[in-house]
């Protein structure tokens, strides 16, 4: 597929402001685990993974429970695969 300097820029912001999103859900989802009572791991997690595929993130993102938070680790190879990207 042919694009445009301006076309490829534009992209390339859309797709970092996803990750920067979902970057502030998972900080989210950690203050809310860690403040309150009655909030759920699973429950998060779940919320999490079905914000990443609606968005189209989750063939590259991976997430995990640890001890008392929930973190992700981005797979770099399938990210650049995944959306063709120049460096």
Known sequence: MRRDELTFRKEQHR?????????????EA????ETSKRASFQSKLNQ???WARKY????????E????SISYTIDQDSK???WMLRD
């Open 56 to 63: 189209k993130i989750s063939k590259f993102i991976r997430l």
């Open 80 to 82: 650049t695969a995944r």
């Open 48 to 50: 999490l993974e079905s």
């Open 65 to 68: 429970t640890k001890e008392d």
């Open 15 to 27: 797709r970092q402001d996803k990750l920067d999103r979902f970057e502030t859900k998972v900080k």
């Open 30 to 33: 950690n203050l809310n685990l």
